[in-house]
């Protein structure tokens, strides 16, 4: 079980890269969502899968036998929530990115740096750069 | 009293968060009660570091949870030091977010997002857990996201963009390293993580999720090779948002790194000392290189940023008391210096009209006293003796010489040559040279004017003081390496002695 | 899409449907596991369905208060149910009181923090999705 989840786990992060590698910013978006599904999966699978003994037990209670590990449960619903705030707030820079530069391609996108922001006065050549 | 005031860094800013955001429609008011909260921020760190000094490391287990279970909350030395910082650089911004532009800053939502980045970088320092680092980083980040793009501009939502897709990915592995060590420990509290790393069986694992760690969080303190979201996205920001970004945003990251490579990897230096050496000297290296191809103040400044974290890391790759104290002292300077140069930026820009030095120039004709004043954070940060770098560079260089890391020690001076390359080219372009064309006529109302020095009179004003009366700020930060370096104090502070042998006794 | 009669007619219905479920959820959760934030998305979820029906504009005026402020509202309840902490001296912050009246009742502090998280959740969700909306 825990090899077949591994290799899922693999699977989704191939997936997760190869979106990242797309000049669409919604695109890496998506890759991004799935990179954070695959790291959730991977957070579950540390903390074993399967029954083990919980921390936190009341003294003399008996401990439950085939209980999972609510520990990475917890943190994998923070990260969720976490995840949810940061997808949300991407999407709506990217829409609003999409309505002020008319695009949504990276490749695109030189507002922040202009090709010749790092030309000089006068005195200095300005680089040579490719057309883009 | 002392849980009030351990949790009074947190607290004070998320209050002010949240009633600022209550008046939303009102944004005059909000400027008031920032600053308040600001002040009052100052104040609380200052009581806490007073009180980690006279009474040792402050530990608040919340919702009375017992420690290794709970989120606990560990103020140390270092911590406190940070606190009191952070307290600092918001009084500085706030007064200053009260100049130019104000209106339209508060209309946009500045302060409810300035206090919440606040609030993420006061839990950061604070946090006891690794978890929790990790929301804090979280919280933090999503407050800069929105500061970043306050004006809507079409540059800032392009460099905002970048800032965004790099931290998304960069913050998810640090969600990774958490998994897995949760995993290979069981444990996501610092302190029992210090106290059970040493004994976990597969201790390639172990540095692989360090490793993870080490990207995580270089890529917040923009560390070689993961710097490039830096200067593509601060250059865009307003100037109080640049200044507050330039100021903490890194030093988290640089912070962290401390944290974790001397509580929880420490049993293992032999192994990444070396790694962050390496990486400490190619960020010193390309950052001042990059600074030196620019010709925009803010560009300028923001691989400036990315330089100096090389300084800060020396103390980890060298791990002696007196490198770590010497990274201690580092941020502490850099924090001032760095923002008050951002401030300072923003300055130049309303009294000459631009951000490009071949636009800038003759200001010290015009502007003396913002000549002299942009001089103390500028020379202190090439290290020119007697101002605040000069004792940074000279710890941390005496400290590489004492640990026979000569080249480290070379980079160090060489780079701080470069970076005085860089100061005096703006200083020669913006202030020195003939205006190339005349200034804008004057905008500026007196309270606009009084907002936008006071604060950068404050910050060189702490660079002259760290700088001539040094003796009590190195004390400090000798005090923050003893206690960086007392991993067994620290765990016993946290854990307490009765619940480290019954965690010996009941191991899984 | 803003003239589908079906979406018109059955959005407040959904609305009111939405803003029951998510109480029930925070309740459920003030002494078992559930509680404020899934309740919050529940109800801006509602809320949003509202104003693709019926405009933005209608939703803001329907809610009664900027979405910020709302989020304000919640971080101030969650903020201060932490404070009866420090009532007893030495107890941290965020330790919960709780109040047994009998007959298997518990009322804790603790559902003022999940209903802070609730309203934080709907302001923060209302606020960055309503601006995207047409008006």
């Known amino acids: 079980m825990e090899t077949l989840l591994a290799i899922a786990i693999g699977a989704v992060v191939t997936a997760s890269v190869y979106l990242f590698l797309s000049r669409d910013l919604l695109r890496m978006l998506i890759g991004f969502i799935l990179f954070g599904t695959s790291v959730n999966l991977a957070i579950l699978l540390a903390g074993r899968i399967g029954p083990i003994r919980p921390p936190l037990v009341d003294p003399g209670a008996a401990a439950l036998e085939a209980a999972a590990n609510p520990l990475p449960q917890a943190l994998i619903l923070t990260a969720i929530v976490i995840g949810f705030g940061l997808t949300a707030f991407a999407l709506v820079l990217v829409l609003k990115g999409h309505e002020a530069l008319g695009t949504t391609s990276a490749e695109d996108m030189g507002e922040a740096e202009p090709v010749a922001a790092t030309a000089p006065s006068t005195a200095l050549p300005a680089p040579h750069r490719k057309a883009a | ?508 | 899409m803003n003239d589908s009669l079906i979406l018109r007619t059955s959005a407040p219905l959904l609305l009111w449907l939405a803003l029951a479920v998510s109480i029930f959820i925070v309740l459920r959760g003030h002494n078992a596991p559930g509680g404020g934030f899934l309740g919050g998305l529940i109800a801006s979820a509602g809320i949003l369905l509202y104003a693709i029906a019926h405009g933005r504009d209608r939703a803001m005026r329907r809610m009664r208060m900027a979405p910020v402020g709302l989020c304000g509202i919640g971080l101030l309840a969650a903020l201060a149910s932490g404070l009866l902490g420090f009532v007893t001296p030495d107890t941290p912050y965020l330790t919960h009181r709780w109040w047994f009246p009998g007959g298997g009742l518990a009322l804790g502090t603790t559902i003022v923090f999940d209903l802070g998280v609730y309203l934080a959740v709907v302001g923060t969700v209302t606020a960055m999705f309503l601006p995207l909306l047409r008006k």
């Open chain 2, 1 to 508: 009293m002392d849980q009030v005031l351990l949790a009074s860094p947190l607290l004070v800013p998320l209050a002010a968060s949240a009633v600022t955001a209550l008046l939303w429609r009102r944004p005059g008011l909000q400027r008031p009660v920032s600053l308040a909260a600001a002040v009052l921020l100052l104040g609380c760190s200052a009581a806490l570091l007073s009180h980690t000094l006279a009474a040792g490391t402050l530990v608040g287990r919340m919702g009375a949870w017992p420690a290794p279970f709970g989120i606990v909350l560990v103020v140390d030395v270092f911590s406190a030091i940070m606190l009191v910082i952070t307290g600092l650089m918001a009084v500085a911004v706030a007064v200053y977010s009260a100049g130019q532009g104000a209106t339209e800053r508060d209309r946009a939502g500045f302060h409810p997002l300035f206090q919440g980045l606040l609030l993420g970088v006061t839990g950061a320092f604070a946090t006891g857990d690794l978890f929790n680092l990790y929301v804090w980083f979280e919280v933090m980040l999503i407050a800069s996201f929105g500061l970043l793009v306050l004006d809507r501009t079409r540059e800032q939502l392009d460099g905002g963009l970048r800032y965004v897709a790099l931290n998304l990915v960069g913050t998810t592995f640090f969600l990774l390293a958490v998994g897995l060590l949760l995993g290979l420990t069981g444990t996501l509290n610092m302190a029992d993580l210090a106290r059970l790393a040493p004994a976990v069986e597969n201790q390639g694992a172990l540095a692989a999720v360090a490793v993870l760690l080490l990207i995580a969080f270089g890529a917040k303190a923009a560390v070689f090779p993961l710097f490039n979201w830096l200067p593509a996205a601060y250059h865009t920001a307003s100037m109080p948002v640049a200044a507050i970004f330039a100021a903490l945003l890194t030093k988290v990251g640089v912070y962290a790194i401390i944290r974790v490579f001397t509580l929880v990897f420490a049993h293992d230096t032999a192994f990444f000392g070396p790694i962050v050496g390496v990486v400490a000297m190619a960020t010193m290296v390309t950052g001042v290189l990059g600074a030196a191809a620019h010709y925009d103040v803010r560009r300028i400044l923001s691989f400036h940023i990315i330089s100096q974290i090389g300084y800060m890391l020396v103390g980890v790759a060298l791990m002696t008391p007196l490198a770590i104290a010497g990274s201690v002292l580092y941020v502490i300077h850099h924090i001032v210096v760095k923002a008050n140069l951002f401030l300072i930026a923003g300055a130049i820009r309303q009294a000459g009209g631009s951000f490009a030095l071949a636009r800038l120039g003759g200001l010290w004709v015009t502007r003396p006293v913002l000549g002299l004043l942009f001089l103390i954070p500028a020379l202190s940060l090439a290290g020119i003796p007697p101002l605040s770098g000069f004792w940074g560079k000279l710890a941390v260089i005496r400290a590489s010489l004492e640990a026979e890391a000569w080249l480290l020690a070379a980079v160090a001076l060489a780079v701080g040559l470069l970076t005085l390359f860089s100061m005096i080219k703006i200083w020669n372009e913006a202030f020195w040279k003939a205006a190339p064309e005349p200034p804008p006529a004057e905008t500026w109302s007196r309270a606009a004017r009084f907002a936008t020095f006071a604060p950068i009179v404050l910050l060189a004003g702490t660079t002259l003081a760290i700088g001539l009366w040094t003796e009590p700020f190195m004390g400090l930060s000798l005090a923050a390496a003893d206690g960086l370096l007392d991993r067994q104090g620290y765990i016993a502070a946290v854990l307490g002695e009765r619940a480290t042998a019954a965690l010996q006794e009941g191991a899984r």
